[in-house]
């Protein structure tokens, strides 16, 4: 396979899930970026078979290319849910190419949805962390927030509504107090003036 030189329009570097690939270049929709390449895997073979690895590419039943070669840099292309490229697989040909399906801009990380089966097997049970999904995780937080907040509100108006009718009932408790105490000095007044008549 041909060395990677600086006139190709991606670069390996830092992502969110470990390494990508980013564009150094605009690309544009429809334009083909890199081959997904490796050994041919037999799956009539059971030494084949019997390769696992995350860099396992099915072409269709039989044949799988083992894109683990260090030389293949499109298997740093990371998963995404809304991706901007796509694999074009030719089975007949035992060919993958990776092609922007978006335009892509310099900067951009070029990737592509890597299937259900994969998605099921790798990224489900670690949660996926492509930005489509960075995006439901925060707006769900943000949503969570925002109704522990109003629950948080609810109950302290609820509370201050209860201190206010508890403050209400201690006022009147006083006045009835205090009235029914005049009420006593009266009548004791009373019982007292007209026991002295």
């Known amino acids: 396979m041909p060395a990677i030189s600086s006139d190709k329009p991606y670069r390996v570097g830092r992502s969110r899930t470990g390494l990508g690939l980013f564009a150094t ?54 998963h995404a849910c809304k991706p901007n490229a796509e694999s074009d697989v030719k089975p007949r040909k035992r060919k993958v190419v990776i092609r922007a399906i978006k335009n892509i801009e310099p900067g951009d990380e070029i990737n592509y949805d890597y299937g259900t089966d994969y998605f099921k097997a790798y990224l489900k049970p670690i949660g996926c962390k492509c930005n489509a999904c960075e995006k439901k995780r925060r707006k769900k937080r943000a949503e969570a927030r925002a109704e522990r907040l109003r629950l948080k509100a609810r109950e302290e108006r609820k509370a201050q509504r209860k201190a206010e009718k508890l403050a209400k009932a201690r006022k009147k408790m006083k006045k009835t107090k205090k009235r029914r105490k005049l009420n006593g000095a009266r009548v004791a007044h009373k019982v007292n003036g007209h026991a002295s008549i």
């Open 25 to 78: 270049k605009p690309i544009k929709k429809g334009t083909k970026i890199i081959r997904y390449f490796g050994p041919l895997l037999d799956s009539k073979k059971k030494k084949d078979d019997a390769i696992e690895n995350k860099y396992l590419f099915e072409l269709n039943k039989r044949w799988t290319i083992d894109g683990s070669v260090r030389e293949n840099v499109a298997r740093y292309i990371n």
